[in-house]
């Protein structure tokens, strides 16, 4: 039997989400797990595949996963949970078609970038935005690959910015994406935002046949993987119990960090001015 998962993980100790040899990844870990539970006792037979790779630093809140298994029982998120490490987690499951392939049969792939507001022109970021919906060839948008040359054609069907108290969120939507590209596009919108390039240049770029410029990708640490959509949609089972427990789990770390995040700002300094210690 083929099953699906849905999990998520938050990147910041992971070397990405594809298996490495002597490094720390998402399927790694995930792998080991299967195998504990003897989900899986035979890797070559059991074909661990993903809807997508994500890099280091990366984070996923619905990475889709697809293996086989003689023990489909035991392919449940609250048991493989009680095993995986707390950056890593199984939310939902489903049994799917033994010809299903999470990264070929992906029509829609969602991501957001979030990064702090500071000064940037949202209304100028936005008007960016709009010239990269479409079919474009973004070549200057990744790493070329000399050895393996492939299509750099990619069709972004949405692209929106919205600004929500201290910082921006940056969603994007495509049929599939080359390496880099979405941490590209954001470095580029940031540029247009800060003013140091217009909008013009944004053309330019996309427009690789008669114009080639290397572009630095934005941090990994404020992209997430949101969502991957299928036609037909897998008949999900989500696990409540998995959806509570970890919800509850970042409730309590994201009060944490609001918390680390007011003190670490205390320790910026202000030389010029006398510092108020009341």
């Given at each position: ?17 594809q298996?490495?040899p002597?490094?720390?990844?998402v399927?790694?870990e995930?792998?080991?797990?299967l ?7 035979d ?21 889709v996963?697809t ?10 998120p ?10 890593v ?9 033994d ?9 829609h792939?969602?991501y957001?970038y979030?990064?702090?507001a ?6 100028k970021?936005?008007d ?16 070329k690959?000399k ?5 750099t ?15 921006i969120?940056?969603d ?5 994406y ?9 470095s580029?919108?940031?540029?247009v ?5 217009d ?5 330019k770029?996309?427009d ?5 410029e290397?572009?630095?990708p934005a ?11 299928y036609n037909p949609e ?14 509850d789990?970042f409730?309590?770390?994201a ?5 680390i ?15 108020d210690?009341?």
């Amino acid at each position: 039997m083929k099953v699906a998962l849905k999990i998520g993980y938050e990147g910041t100790h992971f070397s990405g989400s594809q298996i490495q040899p002597d490094q720390r990844t998402v399927e790694g870990e995930l792998l080991k797990v299967l195998q504990e539970t003897e989900v899986i006792t035979d890797i070559d037979a059991a074909n661990l595949s993903s809807s997508g790779r994500t890099d280091a630093g990366v984070h996923s809140i619905s990475q889709v996963v697809t293996f086989f298994t003689d023990n489909p029982r035991m392919a449940i998120p609250r048991i493989l949970n009680s095993k995986l490490p707390r950056d890593v987690w199984a939310w939902a499951y489903a049994e799917v078609p033994d010809d299903f392939d999470p990264r070929r049969h992906a029509i829609h792939r969602k991501y957001r970038y979030i990064l702090s507001a500071d000064e940037y022109d949202i209304s100028k970021m936005r008007d960016a935005a709009k010239l990269f919906i479409g079919e474009h060839n973004f070549s200057n948008f990744t790493k070329k690959d000399k050895k393996n040359p492939r299509s750099t054609v990619r069709q972004v069907e949405k692209l929106d910015i919205r600004s929500q108290g201290s910082v921006i969120k940056i969603d994007i939507v495509a049929n599939a994406y080359l390496w880099n590209m979405i941490r590209k596009i954001v470095s580029a919108l940031t540029l247009v935002g800060n003013g140091t390039r217009d909008i013009d240049w944004i053309s330019k770029m996309l427009d690789p046949e008669n114009y080639e410029e290397g572009i630095e990708p934005a941090p990994a640490y404020g992209l997430i993987f949101l969502d991957v959509q299928y036609n037909p949609e897998p008949e999900w089972v989500v696990d409540c119990y998995a959806v509570k427990h970890t919800n509850d789990f970042f409730t309590r770390e994201a009060n944490r960090f609001r918390i680390i995040s007011t003190i670490l700002e205390q320790f910026v300094m202000q030389p010029e001015k006398e510092m108020d210690l009341d």
